[in-house]
């Protein structure tokens, strides 16, 4: 009888975990988000910019800041690190900044990013500096800030 119903709880589960919502499966997958070069040699790098470059200000820095947090929730970081990460998007992933045209300040921007950003390499160390600062969000993040209400 204890055998049956382990074998009926452990096939509950698995019918459980196979029919589990998009975000659940997501969830179990580690982040890892994409520099330019690994997106073009699997072929999105296309279609990212495509979505990107289609997106407003607001919803631009709203997906960097989704990806920076996700990064913060999924790599292991000092809180040093993490402290540097927050600071970085409090101060430089703003609507303005992204909707910026003006390209004077725009050029004042990327200068004082600039800035924080050699600090950030320094106390990130290369790699994870790379996939918090370098790499790009998923396409499904851009997908879904462009389709969240709060950012139309």
Same mark, same amino acid.
Request: one cysteine or more.
């Given at each position: 009888?204890?055998?049956?119903?382990?074998?009926?709880?452990?096939?509950?589960?698995?019918?459980?975990?196979?029919?589990?919502? =998009?975000?659940?499966?997501?969830?179990?997958?580690?982040?890892?988000?994409?520099?330019?070069?690994?997106?073009? +040699?699997?072929?999105?790098?296309?279609?990212?910019?495509?979505?990107?470059?289609?997106?407003?200000?607001?919803?631009?820095?709203?997906?960097?800041?989704?990806?920076?947090?996700?990064?913060?929730?999924?790599?292991?970081?000092?809180?040093?690190?993490?402290?540097?990460?927050?600071?970085?998007?409090?101060?430089?992933?703003?609507?303005?900044?992204?909707?910026?045209?003006?390209?004077?300040?725009? +050029?004042?921007?990327?200068?004082?990013? /600039?800035?924080?950003?050699?600090?950030?390499?320094?106390?990130? /160390?290369?790699?994870?500096?790379?996939?918090?600062?370098?790499?790009? =969000? =998923?396409?499904?993040?851009?997908?879904?800030?462009?389709?969240?209400?709060?950012?139309?």
């Amino acid at each position: 009888m204890k055998r049956i119903a382990l074998v009926l709880t452990v096939v509950v589960a698995a019918a459980l975990l196979r029919c589990a919502p =998009p975000a659940i499966a997501q969830a179990r997958e580690p982040y890892r988000p994409l520099v330019n070069g690994e997106m073009a +040699q699997q072929g999105l790098w296309e279609t990212w910019a495509a979505e990107f470059n289609a997106m407003t200000g607001r919803q631009k820095a709203e997906a960097i800041r989704r990806h920076m947090k996700m990064c913060l929730e999924s790599f292991e970081m000092t809180d040093e690190q993490r402290a540097l990460v927050r600071g970085f998007i409090a101060k430089h992933v703003t609507d303005e900044a992204y909707a910026e045209t003006d390209p004077e300040k725009r +050029q004042a921007l990327q200068f004082a990013i /600039g800035q924080d950003a050699a600090r950030a390499e320094v106390v990130l /160390g290369r790699e994870l500096y790379a996939r918090v600062f370098f790499a790009k =969000p =998923p396409i499904a993040v851009l997908i879904a800030v462009k389709n969240d209400p709060a950012f139309k």
